[in-house]
């Protein structure tokens, strides 16, 4: 998953980055909900609308495919 990283900054200023290890979306989704939760998750979506009213969002499948980036519904790699 070169074309992703996920990154979590702290109050404090630190960042972590936690995508070391992951080539596949689904390595990334077994990391956040583990491997044993029971029905698998098909993937994560994180949608925003901005203040022009443009609707993004960054999808990460559960399976080989790499992330992408839709804005207003195009895909974008």
Known sequence: ???FE???SFVNGDASFLNEGWSTG???LEHVY???TGVPVTGISISVETESGKKVSIVVPNNQSDPYVLV????FK
């Open 72 to 75: 207003d519904g195009r895909k």
């Open 26 to 28: 689904k390595d990334f």
């Open 6 to 8: 996920f990154r979590i």
């Open 1 to 3: 998953m070169k074309n």
């Open 34 to 36: 583990g491997d044993d």
